[in-house]
Nanobody
Framework: QVQLVESGGGPVQAGGSLRLSCVASGPSFSSTIMGWFRQAPGKEREFVASIIRIGGNTDYAESVRGRFSISTDNAKNTVYLQMNKLKPEDTYVYYC??????????????WGQGTQVTVSS
């Protein structure tokens, strides 16, 4: 059974930075894509960023492009989200996910428990 465990969330002032980490574990972990999503209470979960583990191709939501950076350490089965120039509207629970690629786009198979990021003005 694959498990994803996020860390690194917390309170931060606007303009500050945080780095989220997500470690994947499990005897059969071989996901080809990892990513980050975020969700506010009562709202739908939204895509933030993704990375292809082999090759390193990345994708970002327009709202975070240029401020957030996703990276991966495949040897550690870990994905990171460096968040700079944070804004109050970046306040969400952030979720790590892992999955595979299909002809229709990513398939997100596994999810972490989430980590809260709160940005104060």
């Amino acid at each position: 059974q694959v498990q994803l465990v996020e860390s690194g969330g917390g309170p931060v002032q606007a303009g500050g930075s945080l780095r989220l980490s997500c470690v994947a574990s499990g005897p059969s972990f071989s996901s080809t894509i990892m990513g980050w999503f975020r969700q506010a209470p009562g709202k739908e979960r939204e895509f933030v960023a993704s990375i292809i583990r082999i090759g390193g191709n990345t994708d970002y939501a327009e709202s975070v492009r240029g401020r957030f950076s996703i990276s991966t350490d495949n040897a550690k089965n870990t994905v990171y989200l460096q968040m700079n120039k944070l804004k109050p509207e970046d306040t969400y629970v952030y979720y790590c996910s892992a999955g595979g690629r299909t002809v229709y786009g990513p398939r997100w198979d596994y999810w972490g428990q989430g980590t809260q990021v709160t940005v104060s003005s």
